[in-house]
């Protein structure tokens, strides 16, 4: 992942589907496509059945001409492979390629037409598509990008065919190597589960009560690989006539069934799509995780906002429309937090089909419509932007996120359906973006140096020898702060030789003896420092062993038992919230912990968004203000888009963005004169 | 349909299922239908298998003794073919012809055994005993009425399997002519679903994410017609033996997956099935509707109620039971509204099966019991208005009704899951009830001369040709009122060119740029001349043109923006309201339009239902008191039961009932003395 | 039944499945089965593919081991055969042998993976490995007990496959002998589903609409019949060999798809697995439910506690653990509603698996914990209660519980969705525990003599033979009390001739003319002696013939009309309660008929729980507190565990247990010298 940045400048565009359209509709894009400052377009993700008519014919024309227009126009390509849709006459004549669902249904054509991962014909005809594309526009000048599929893993990630079922026991074959280790690993003695022959094993699709966990884990792992696979095989036909960057969409924070760690491996550049989540009044929350991901996902270096949307969706319950601002306001955020495109789905709003009330830059209404005028200017404003290209977040503080884990967790027959890890992310990250706490996330096997903080807020599943490592960090100095349910089983699902939590009971100096559910609508509440802070859902019977109480359970199933534990280990300090604590509890605790780690935070007005990105051309910071009313910064530097010194203190509009280059002699925005309190109201 | 009607005087019976019982049960069920004044009942709708007892086999001497004994005592029989229920052996000997679902579950014997309509085997079975039966009794004096099926579309509309998609293919072809035209109508060139080939394509089963629109719109349509050829081979069948009309019973505002108007067309009689909704406590307007409904799809004349009940249902989650007098009440809205024969499921309830829970006229309790006394009370008052039959009744108001507009709304991923075609046809039908002001119901295609006032409450599909219609209804003197999420798609339910409302743009001198769902639970408020009316749910971005905007949004996603608009457009009006507006707001927008639109309304007391029927006989007015407490009415004429001139003012008793016969000079009913909005509350 | 009990002293263990453990755990698993007092545990449930490798491959070898070891230990076991879960091999060999659900879904390994019982290929395999294993073991001295198989009916008691349809046909035949008899049953004139060959009928699958409740009815008792005669092979496989007694494990108040009265006849000694109502906060008065139906389903004789919990269970939403003590009380309770054993789910705590947050008698925390240590002490009080051992209860009051009136009141279209049986049978069963009057379990069919009072909470379906039984009973003196929705059908589920109640009409003295739902959240209210009383639901419209109204409805459907009403009837007395009536009114309703039958109480404090066993060596009273606070009770006699007498008043501690060998000259506890009402509160 050395490649080079694709584009001069900022990217700006989104998905173009011309194929919809009369040829005379393509004219008019490219020419408000110009207006618009566009300058990066993704084509040919939904076009297989119009590129290879019937098995191993192929006609370029259309897609020829388009290529050269965009070219003609300044407009470079993101030149899509469309095997995220094969088309019908594939369906027609490789039925049993559909994907199966858990209940023995094979899905049908007529819709996101995926089929099994696993399909031979599948894998077949991708290589071939993706081969044709790439020997045919290896050298086109327009195309500066391969983007491989669409969205892997949605609409669906699992298929329980008969392909799927003998790929799973290649899989199995080669991870267990021995029907012994398979049957240690997966418990089966449990419920009379004992396999003696490999060709005995199924996919876990329904049966008569719940199926065995372990095997559903490995099913989610093994369904991760096959689609895996599929890029990998897509990628190298590319590769091998074609030297551009080739990236696939992800979807982080959005969707949770492949393993995006694994995934940001093999691609060159990584992309991300993001739509707000519309039922969530401060849903910029949602999008500053999936960012941050992302950027970690990335290592640390800028990707791409493949597709998020100028207004609302179509897919959603209500799909509420942006506000006036909120475009830009999310397009910047995504820029703050380490984008360096700003892309959309899609250019032009589709009249047909599923997506057809989906926002667009150019909406069903046209160019004289506020969504257009808005596209207009946020153009214009990334346009003068092209020094941040480059430039990178720096944190102090990183979150667990395992994907693994979350799969383990949302398995059936967890003590409360209550306690979700998305949840819980959710409420831990809230204090760290109200006091503009930069954030990366981390898989717990990752080298930790260099943080000062870690935060799991939702590590279910932990192997022995990723608690080793957050051991590791803790005793050389780091401090660790863990939610309830942590580390219960290990990479099998299975629970800890030991009990819950026993390979971190050094690090965190405690015993987990039970987990203790609340019943629905139950509340509790723990004292800390002489405080009652309200929590529900989750108890634990904890018993301390080196570690201090630091805050006991008033009622709730354990009244006057320890509720929060606060252990030194070597160099560093271990917390432990054994409830699921309300917003001000976890608040008091992040500014605790946070102190005891020393991380430092810059110093906003509250509803001010504010990040750092620093690179060649110097620190740039972005402060989006997400109130309505104006708030004032202290920040010294210049305006990035007037170009003029911004004054002390800087006045910003409610609604309002200002980007500005720092000053070098103040490069920091790190002086906690506030109460850490204060500021997360 | 210049049909001549089947009995004298007004019909009054209801499903008879002698089959169910003992020889001796018959005899005792004639004595007491005769005492209770039926004149005319259904038989031999379950009947397939005691006719037909094996394929080609046929045994009709219990219906002969049924229909000989029917007819010895003055009793009319509709019969009734059995082909909602093919027999055990039917699928046996032809499994393939059951329904699948759409997640290819094939719906097997036992229930309502209804089978695919597309099943060759079906449609040759059902000809062969249409054909039987019509030849035995095409001649038998009894026999004044043919009733083919049961509820076309119940309990299943759709079917998914093999023959289905054939038989889709071919309507297709039909329909399409070439695959061009299929895929233009389609969009498939969204989500990659382009088709090279007829065979390719196949019904919308359940796929990996939601199926194209336009194709479930086709299925839908196709679904509709293949029933529909059902009727049509049954009642031909019928038709090339005996000369008495035909009909089938409808489900008029209680199942919409058939389309009525296309029905209508091949029907000798139209007939109507209604239940009340147990839940809803002024069910009687939902009554209502159907009942104008039915008398619409008829062409204004006569109908049938074929099945009502005398008391609860047995199929809802909470079966309530109708109050004393409420049968009665139902009843004579039915007439009110067109009805000229009034019937029930059924005569004797049944002890055995699915429905034994439903009323009937001989309840289980037997004729000792409030309902059956009440039947005969209700059999002696209708006894006395055999002069209404044939009269009509006269409609300034129309409602537009799109079955195909709702199926498509109906689909996934509209913009919010809240705003329904129901819904919003119930609320703006409520004012009109309220005022007594008599609606009927419209396609969009029709002639609308005649008509002061079209309301179009949910007519989210319109294609341009119907819109051109409203058009020229409004530039011609109309008054058009239409609620939100008006003409977003055409009749491919793509959204028009030019964006939502394009086709009506002129006709309501505005363009609507977006639509703004609002969360869960939230709410806004329009100002309407320095009231503030409630709404909730949806909003639009609107920008008039020609249109004064007559509300404005105090609150929501775009306070100030236009919230209803009213355009003068050539001789007539045209008013759109683009939220869901409250019962306050509807109420108050429904008293300008009429202003607007001179629609005159009869006077009379809250609570009091008015419907007034003219024929070669005079002028009738029904007069119904829903509410507990007496209500005093201004009429003038004599009291069909009494015979005795009524007096000035009239009173009507709690529950009650009054038909008058309308003195000549004073026929008309229209004094609007008192303000609308009093009148509503 | 005459078996001798099979452990010395009051049993107390679990399942122990130690094959999920190495070796080496086993020595130390029996050193702490030793330490908490374990006589008895359960083996081999789980363990069909460790004994049977391979079709007719048998492996004993580990399992001599086990039993060896147990009975060094002292230990003896309960020999479980494995049936519950066929091997992966069996599966793989009979695919076709797997459960199929209505919808059609044939369900697969990887769970508790039971197949059809009317799989041929599995009785086979049943019989093999139940014969190989009473040969091995018939002599082996550890085994006292042969425990078949695990929870008939859960976790899936119905099958669709054809193995199914074909033995269904066949028991349909068996019973029926003629199609016409069959075709009366079932009412197939209904719906048109007259039957001509016994070919044509299948299992009540997934069809168009609600499939014939009467067929649904049969195909519940087909499929309870079919569970029953795989026990039945099994049981007789083991006695050919075996002479120890058998028993299976029943799930009594918590799972009522088996018809346990039939079960009941089957075994030589009665099990249950209770498992507490997470969610209910009063969690033991289902208990008390279940254990006095299991004492019921043993005809009174004693019988085993063989599952139940330490802790919170796992397959609930919210598994809530136990509070300190109440593992103690949930036992205890057992023990005084007539348990001789009490054993738990399971021994020592799974790591892997569906049920690892399940709790166990060694947690996963190990010894060291609080769960542990409650066990060990229950272990020394069950040692203590050697002499209770044989004892039985004596009750004045049935119940009248009847499963196959469940499973059709639970089928399709019932009046209203809220009334239910379980919530019924809770409700009028709740005073009664509060006064601690003990109450048996009777079906309506059962001899009635020795009871003075009856209840029928739920008797929605009652023959005409079992109606005559229970007027028997009234006519004889004895006291009936039946709640609303009684006696609606007969046994095929058709309304009774003459209407719902027909047959008990004059022994309660009144005809039920109409069922009168409520809406959803209406509530009414009643009058008694001047007191209003609530109720919901459901009301009926009555009409009393020979019966006193002794309370009537005030508001509701019928206002003023008779709703509870009270007949004298030969010797005794019948109460009717046509609505569903809230605690006070099911109070004082109970407290009349208590009276009218002069049935005893015990004198207990609010909150305590006091049942009396008696028998060769005496009385004992087993008094358990439920409420934190302490409370006072007369007793006369000795603290079975201090072996000292107990003071007068005796105070018990909140959440303690005390049991007491009663003085012989004071066994009664019962001077009911305070009010009803004032113990209900």
């Known amino acids: 992942m050395t490649t080079t940045w694709p584009i001069p400048g900022i990217g700006y565009g989104g998905d173009y589907n011309p194929e919809q359209w009369p040829r005379a509709t393509w004219d008019d894009d490219v020419t408000l496509m110009r207006q618009a400052g566009i300058n990066l377009v993704s084509v040919g993700m939904w076009a297989w059945a119009l590129i290879e008519t019937d098995e191993g014919v192929f006609d370029f024309s259309w897609l020829d001409d388009l290529l050269d227009l965009l070219h003609r126009n300044g407009i470079a390509v993101d030149l899509g492979t469309p095997t995220a849709a094969p088309p019908a006459w594939f369906f027609a004549k490789y039925p049993e390629s559909r994907v199966v669902t858990r209940d023995g249904v094979a ?29 045919r526009y290896a050298h086109h000048p327009a195309v500066v990008m391969w983007h491989v599929h669409n969205e892997y893993g949605a609409p669906v990630s699992e298929c329980y065919s008969h392909a799927s079922v003998l790929a799973f026991r290649t899989w199995l074959r080669e991870k267990y190597q021995s029907l012994d280790a398979l049957n240690h690993a997966w418990g089966t003695t449990v419920w009379g589960q004992h396999y003696t022959s490999w060709e005995h094993i199924g996919a876990p699709a329904a049966a008569p009560s719940v199926v065995n966990p372990s095997q559903r884990l490995d099913f989610a792992r093994f369904s991760d690989h096959q689609l895996r696979q599929c890029f990998i ?48 009044p401060e849903a910029e929350i949602g999008l500053a995780i999936a960012a941050d991901l992302t950027r970690s996902l990335a290592g640390g270096r800028p990707w791409i906002m493949l597709e998020h949307s100028t207004s609302g969706v179509n897919w959603q319950e209500r799909n509420v429309a942006k506000r006036p601002g909120e475009m830009a306001r999310n397009s910047m955020a995504h820029l703050a937090r380490g984008a360096d495109a700003i892309c959309f789905f899609q250019v032009r709003g589709a009249r047909w089909g599923q997506e057809k009330f989906h926002s667009a830059m150019i909406p069903h ?156 609508g139950d509340a509790l509440r723990v004292a800390l420092e002489g405080t009652h802070y309200g929590a529900d859902v989750w108890a634990e019977d904890i018993e301390p062993l080196s570690a201090q109480t630091v805050a006991t359970y008033i009622d709730g199933p354990v009244p006057g038992a320890p509720a929060i534990t606060r252990n030194t280990r070597g160099e560093g300090v271990a917390w432990y919230v054994s409830t699921r604590l309300g917003t001000e509890g976890i608040t008091t605790v992040v500014e605790q912990a946070v102190t005891d780690a020393g991380v430092s935070a810059p110093v906003t007005p509250p509803g001010v968004e504010l990040v750092t990105r620093t690179g060649d051309n110097g620190s740039f910071a972005v402060a989006i203000n997400h109130r309505d009313t104006p708030a004032e910064l202290q920040l010294h530097g210049t305006d990035m888009i007037t170009n003029l010194p911004i004054p002390t203190p800087l006045r910003i509009d409610g609604g309002a963005i200002v980007v500005v280059r720092l000053t070098p002699e103040h490069p920091s925005l790190s002086t906690p004169t506030e109460s850490f309190m204060e500021r997360t109201n």
């Not at 054509?109 to 599948?122: E, I, K, L, N, T």
């Not at 005028?373 to 979150?399: N, P, Y």
């Open 107 to 135: 899905l049908g054509f007529g819709s996101r037409g995926m089929v099994s991962p696993s399909s031979p014909a599948y894998r077949e005809a991708i290589v071939r598509i993706a081969s044709a594309l790439a020997e």
């Open 233 to 280: 095989a897509e990628r190298d036909a590319i590769r091998a006539h074609a030297a551009q960057p080739i990236t696939t969409n992800f979807m982080a924070n959005q969707h949770w069934g492949v393993n995006l760690w694994e995934w940001a491996r093999e691609v060159d550049i990584v992309s991300d799509d993001h739509y707000l989540v519309a039922a969530d």
């Open 365 to 520: 209404a046209g160019r004289d419509t506020r969504i257009f005028r808005e596209v207009v200017a946020l153009g214009e404003t990334l346009g003068q932007l092209g020094d941040v290209r480059g430039s990178t977040v720096h944190a102090e503080v990183a979150f667990l996120w395992d994907f693994e884990s979350m799969w383990a967790q949302d398995l059936e027959w967890r003590p409360s359906v209550d306690l979700g890890h998305k949840e819980r992310m959710r409420a831990w990250y809230e204090p760290f973006w109200r006091r503009n706490i930069t954030v990366d996330f981390v898989h717990p096997s990752h080298d930790l140096t260099g943080y000062r903080l870690v935060v799991a807020p939702a590590q279910y599943l932990l192997s022995k020898a990723d608690a080793a490592n957050l051991d590791a960090f803790v005793a050389r100095g780091g401090t660790l702060l863990a939610s309830c349910f942590t580390a219960a089983v290990d990479d099998n699902d299975a629970v800890h030789e030991g009990g819950y939590l026993a390979p971190l009971s050094e690090t965190f100096g405690i015993r987990v003896h039970e987990y203790l559910p609340l019943r629905q």
